[in-house]
Protein backbone atom coordinates (compact mmCIF):
# COMPACT_ATOMS: atom_id res chain seq x y z
CA UNK A 1 0.00 0.00 0.00
CA UNK A 2 0.90 3.43 -0.57
CA UNK A 3 2.24 5.24 2.44
CA UNK A 4 0.12 8.30 1.73
CA UNK A 5 -3.48 6.61 0.70
CA UNK A 6 -6.78 7.37 1.37
CA UNK A 7 -7.99 4.31 -0.10
CA UNK A 8 -8.55 1.90 -3.36
CA UNK A 9 -10.47 2.32 -6.68
CA UNK A 10 -13.45 -0.09 -6.99
CA UNK A 11 -15.24 1.37 -10.24
CA UNK A 12 -13.49 2.89 -12.61
CA UNK A 13 -13.87 4.08 -16.38
CA UNK A 14 -12.45 6.94 -18.19
CA UNK A 15 -14.57 9.78 -17.47
CA UNK A 16 -15.14 8.64 -13.27
CA UNK A 17 -13.44 7.01 -10.86
CA UNK A 18 -14.92 5.21 -7.37
CA UNK A 19 -13.17 4.54 -4.40
CA UNK A 20 -13.56 3.04 -0.88
CA UNK A 21 -11.73 5.57 1.52
CA UNK A 22 -9.82 3.49 4.37
CA UNK A 23 -11.13 3.54 7.82
CA UNK A 24 -8.16 5.35 9.23
CA UNK A 25 -8.21 7.82 6.29
CA UNK A 26 -9.07 11.12 6.43
CA UNK A 27 -11.81 11.69 3.72
CA UNK A 28 -10.39 14.42 1.16
CA UNK A 29 -13.14 17.19 0.69
CA UNK A 30 -15.18 17.87 -1.92
CA UNK A 31 -13.44 19.28 -4.50
CA UNK A 32 -10.12 18.04 -3.26
CA UNK A 33 -7.51 16.79 -5.92
CA UNK A 34 -6.60 13.31 -6.11
CA UNK A 35 -4.23 10.92 -7.73
CA UNK A 36 -3.96 7.48 -9.09
CA UNK A 37 -0.09 5.91 -9.84
CA UNK A 38 -0.61 2.68 -11.55
CA UNK A 39 2.61 0.89 -12.09
CA UNK A 40 4.16 1.89 -15.39
CA UNK A 41 1.13 3.45 -16.60
CA UNK A 42 0.03 7.40 -16.36
CA UNK A 43 -0.53 8.82 -13.48
CA UNK A 44 -4.46 9.70 -13.35
CA UNK A 45 -6.05 13.05 -11.45
CA UNK A 46 -9.52 13.55 -10.15
CA UNK A 47 -11.34 15.43 -8.86
CA UNK A 48 -13.70 14.65 -5.68
CA UNK A 49 -17.08 15.70 -7.25
CA UNK A 50 -18.90 13.50 -4.23
CA UNK A 51 -18.35 11.65 -1.05
CA UNK A 52 -21.07 9.23 0.53
CA UNK A 53 -21.02 7.20 3.89
CA UNK A 54 -23.30 4.34 4.32
CA UNK A 55 -23.93 1.24 5.25
CA UNK A 56 -21.44 -1.75 4.00
CA UNK A 57 -24.64 -3.57 2.98
CA UNK A 58 -27.11 -2.46 0.18
CA UNK A 59 -29.91 -4.10 1.87
CA UNK A 60 -29.63 -2.40 5.04
CA UNK A 61 -30.37 1.07 6.26
CA UNK A 62 -28.20 3.03 9.11
CA UNK A 63 -30.77 3.63 11.40
CA UNK A 64 -31.03 6.57 14.38
CA UNK A 65 -29.40 6.19 17.12
CA UNK A 66 -29.84 8.95 19.71
CA UNK A 67 -26.21 8.27 21.11
CA UNK A 68 -23.46 11.03 21.12
CA UNK A 69 -20.63 10.04 19.49
CA UNK A 70 -18.99 9.11 22.68
CA UNK A 71 -21.68 6.85 23.68
CA UNK A 72 -22.23 5.00 20.64
CA UNK A 73 -18.50 4.13 20.52
CA UNK A 74 -18.71 2.57 24.35
CA UNK A 75 -22.01 1.04 23.84
CA UNK A 76 -22.08 -0.43 20.00
CA UNK A 77 -18.28 0.10 18.89
CA UNK A 78 -19.65 -2.43 16.12
CA UNK A 79 -21.41 0.24 14.06
CA UNK A 80 -18.99 2.22 12.72
CA UNK A 81 -17.41 -1.35 11.14
CA UNK A 82 -20.60 -1.28 9.20
CA UNK A 83 -20.63 1.82 7.45
CA UNK A 84 -18.04 2.67 4.24
CA UNK A 85 -17.26 6.12 2.97
CA UNK A 86 -16.84 5.85 -0.85
CA UNK A 87 -15.81 9.57 -2.93
CA UNK A 88 -16.45 9.70 -6.50
CA UNK A 89 -13.34 11.62 -8.87
CA UNK A 90 -14.08 13.56 -11.98
CA UNK A 91 -11.27 12.15 -13.93
CA UNK A 92 -9.78 15.40 -15.61
CA UNK A 93 -5.94 14.99 -15.80
CA UNK A 94 -3.03 12.63 -16.92
CA UNK A 95 0.90 12.31 -16.51
CA UNK A 96 2.19 10.06 -19.27
CA UNK A 97 5.09 8.27 -19.56
CA UNK A 98 7.57 11.51 -21.09
CA UNK A 99 6.01 13.76 -17.87
CA UNK A 100 3.43 16.00 -19.36
CA UNK A 101 0.60 16.59 -17.65
CA UNK A 102 -2.33 16.60 -19.92
CA UNK A 103 -5.42 18.16 -19.08
CA UNK A 104 -7.47 15.72 -21.03
CA UNK A 105 -8.98 12.38 -20.09
CA UNK A 106 -6.89 9.63 -19.55
CA UNK A 107 -6.71 6.84 -22.45
CA UNK A 108 -7.47 4.04 -19.58
CA UNK A 109 -9.12 4.27 -16.71
CA UNK A 110 -7.57 3.33 -13.30
CA UNK A 111 -7.02 -0.57 -12.50
CA UNK A 112 -9.75 -1.37 -9.47
CA UNK A 113 -7.99 -1.65 -6.32
CA UNK A 114 -5.50 0.77 -7.35
CA UNK A 115 -4.63 2.84 -4.71
CA UNK A 116 -5.91 6.74 -4.77
CA UNK A 117 -3.79 9.70 -2.34
CA UNK A 118 -4.30 12.85 -1.85
CA UNK A 119 -2.83 15.46 -4.43
CA UNK A 120 -0.13 17.83 -3.04
CA UNK A 121 0.11 21.42 -3.36
CA UNK A 122 2.94 21.23 -5.90
CA UNK A 123 0.99 18.76 -7.84
CA UNK A 124 -2.40 21.23 -7.65
CA UNK A 125 -0.07 24.25 -9.03
CA UNK A 126 1.14 21.85 -12.03
CA UNK A 127 -2.70 21.40 -13.00
CA UNK A 128 -2.78 25.20 -13.11
CA UNK A 129 -2.67 27.34 -16.81
CA UNK A 130 -4.58 27.29 -19.40
CA UNK A 131 -7.09 25.70 -17.23
CA UNK A 132 -8.81 23.35 -20.03
CA UNK A 133 -10.22 20.76 -17.43
CA UNK A 134 -12.33 23.74 -16.40
CA UNK A 135 -13.80 23.09 -19.37
CA UNK A 136 -15.18 19.25 -19.17
CA UNK A 137 -16.22 20.61 -16.05
CA UNK A 138 -18.77 23.58 -17.48
CA UNK A 139 -19.13 21.79 -20.63
CA UNK A 140 -19.59 18.14 -19.80
CA UNK A 141 -20.81 18.25 -16.33
CA UNK A 142 -21.38 15.36 -14.08
CA UNK A 143 -25.26 15.31 -13.99
CA UNK A 144 -25.58 14.72 -10.03
CA UNK A 145 -23.24 17.05 -8.75
CA UNK A 146 -23.97 21.03 -8.51
CA UNK A 147 -21.34 22.27 -11.10
CA UNK A 148 -20.88 25.90 -9.56
CA UNK A 149 -20.20 24.52 -6.45
CA UNK A 150 -17.88 22.46 -7.75
CA UNK A 151 -16.31 25.30 -9.50
CA UNK A 152 -16.14 27.10 -6.13
CA UNK A 153 -14.05 24.26 -4.78
CA UNK A 154 -11.82 23.93 -7.39
CA UNK A 155 -11.11 27.99 -7.53
CA UNK A 156 -10.44 27.84 -3.51
CA UNK A 157 -7.96 25.15 -3.64
CA UNK A 158 -5.82 26.84 -6.42
CA UNK A 159 -6.43 29.82 -4.57
CA UNK A 160 -4.83 27.99 -1.39
CA UNK A 161 -1.95 25.67 -3.41
CA UNK A 162 -0.29 29.12 -4.29
CA UNK A 163 -0.02 30.20 -0.78
CA UNK A 164 -3.71 31.53 -0.55
CA UNK A 165 -3.13 35.37 0.52
CA UNK A 166 0.61 35.36 -0.28
CA UNK A 167 0.45 33.91 -3.89
CA UNK A 168 -2.79 32.53 -4.45
CA UNK A 169 -4.39 35.74 -6.29
CA UNK A 170 -2.78 35.36 -9.36
CA UNK A 171 -3.56 31.95 -10.58
CA UNK A 172 -6.95 32.67 -8.98
CA UNK A 173 -7.64 35.72 -11.71
CA UNK A 174 -6.10 33.45 -14.88
CA UNK A 175 -8.50 30.53 -13.59
CA UNK A 176 -11.22 33.57 -13.37
CA UNK A 177 -10.92 34.92 -16.86
CA UNK A 178 -10.78 30.98 -18.25
CA UNK A 179 -14.07 30.49 -16.22
CA UNK A 180 -14.85 33.89 -17.60
CA UNK A 181 -14.47 32.80 -21.86
CA UNK A 182 -16.03 29.52 -20.97
CA UNK A 183 -19.42 30.83 -19.20
CA UNK A 184 -20.09 32.72 -22.48
CA UNK A 185 -20.88 36.23 -20.76
CA UNK A 186 -23.07 34.94 -18.14
CA UNK A 187 -21.98 37.65 -15.40
CA UNK A 188 -24.61 36.67 -12.88
CA UNK A 189 -23.90 33.03 -12.96
CA UNK A 190 -19.64 34.14 -12.70
CA UNK A 191 -20.03 36.66 -9.29
CA UNK A 192 -22.29 34.46 -7.85
CA UNK A 193 -19.40 31.65 -8.86
CA UNK A 194 -16.61 34.12 -7.41
CA UNK A 195 -18.19 35.88 -4.67
CA UNK A 196 -18.17 32.46 -2.84
CA UNK A 197 -14.51 31.20 -3.66
CA UNK A 198 -12.74 34.16 -0.74
Same mark, same amino acid.
Given at each position: MADDALGEVIEASTRQFVAEVYEEADVPDFGAWVCVEPDGAPTLFGLISHVETGSYDTNRQAVALGLSPEERAQEMPMVDELLR &????AQMLACRGTDGEIRQTLPPQPPDIHDFVAPCADEQVRALGAPYD? $? =? &?LVEHPDPDVPIDDLLVAVLRRI +? !? !? +???ERGGRKPLVQAGRA $?? =? $?LDDDHERLQS? $? =?RVL
Open positions: &TTVRF $L =R &T +H !A !A +HGG $LS =R $LI $L =R
